[in-house]
């Protein structure tokens, strides 16, 4: 059973994770611009100041009596792994679920409903999958959801690399389908499995530093993906020989996307390297 305790708010902790986790995510979001990219002192100042605020966070958490969010939570071996294996998976998913509307609606010029309408089944297929998911963990462990599962992030990353602008709408609703149900097999089981080697003090710590990595890699995944798409747009422009035409313009997009995907596969093949080494943790003894 965990003990509850009534901790002082740490407002240095505080402080130092929103210029962390902030100055990180500013850094990305902002190197896909126009004037500059990851050259700009906006993108590096901030990456710096992100990741030395980080760095003292850290080093605060690990000093302090009553950590915000205690780090000792990584010394469980597949704690750690879990959360790195989380982090990929969760750049590849919101990348594809911001890439993919972009592709829709500005190269094949679809309406946002439509392209709504395109993005539905996939979403509504992984969270009818996720208690499917839960009973098939209990019963074959982790090994046997996330090794597949990271094949299928593989095998579903190389195909967005292939899609075009002419690409039939039911091809890309069915690849979207296959990539929730490989996130599915992942995610849930992965977390799950983390968490259960944690003693029960670190419960509530694991849990937060999980949820806290879930949206901090969203948000970086998103900008990070963005940015490697607006690099290869820009650079298909450049070699084009009418580069204001507005057919050159979508096909500019379509070769930027296919960069970001590209590199996407290349975080699907790093997760499945992780995922060789999960084993099923078992909760530690009180």
């Not at 820009?234 to 020989?241: E, I, R, T, V």
């Given at each position: ?178 990539m929730s149900v490989g996130l599915s097999m992942i995610m849930m089981p ?92 078992k909760a530690p003894q009180p």
């Open positions: 059973m965990t003990e509850v305790t009534k901790p002082k708010v740490d407002v240095l902790s505080v402080v130092l994770s929103t210029l962390g986790f902030g100055g990180i995510v500013f850094g990305f979001s902002n190197a896909g611009e126009e004037h500059g990219g990851w050259s700009s002192p906006q993108v590096y100042l901030s990456l710096i100041v992100g990741s030395a605020a980080l760095l003292l966070f850290i080093w605060r958490q690990l000093k302090s009596k009553s950590p915000m969010l205690d780090m000792r939570a990584f010394k469980s071996p597949m704690f750690t792994l879990s959360t790195v294996l989380i982090i990929i998976v969760m750049m590849a998913l919101f990348s594809t679920m911001m890439l993919l509307p972009i592709l829709l609606q500005q190269g094949m010029m679809m309406t946002a409903f439509a392209a709504g309408l395109v993005m539905l089944p996939g979403g509504a297929l992984n969270g009818l999958l996720s208690p499917v998911t839960g009973k098939l963990f209990d019963r074959f462990g982790p090994r046997a959801l996330v090794i597949p599962g990271t094949i299928v992030l593989i095998v579903v990353m190389w195909l967005f690399t292939r899609i075009t602008l002419t690409t039939p709408t039911s091809t890309i609703i069915l690849l979207h389908c296959l992965a977390q799950t499995n983390g968490l259960n080697q944690l003693p029960p003090k670190y419960y509530p710590h694991g849990t937060a530093i999980l949820n806290t990595l879930q949206q901090v890699s969203g948000a970086i995944g998103v900008a990070f993906f963005i940015s490697i798409m607006s690099a290869g747009t820009k650079d298909y422009l450049a070699g084009s020989s009418d580069p204001t035409s507005p057919a050159e313009a979508a096909n500019a997009l379509n070769a930027g996307i296919h960069t970001s995907f590209f590199v996407g596969l290349i975080f699907a093949v790093a997760a499945f390297v992780l995922a060789l080494f999960i084993r099923r943790a």
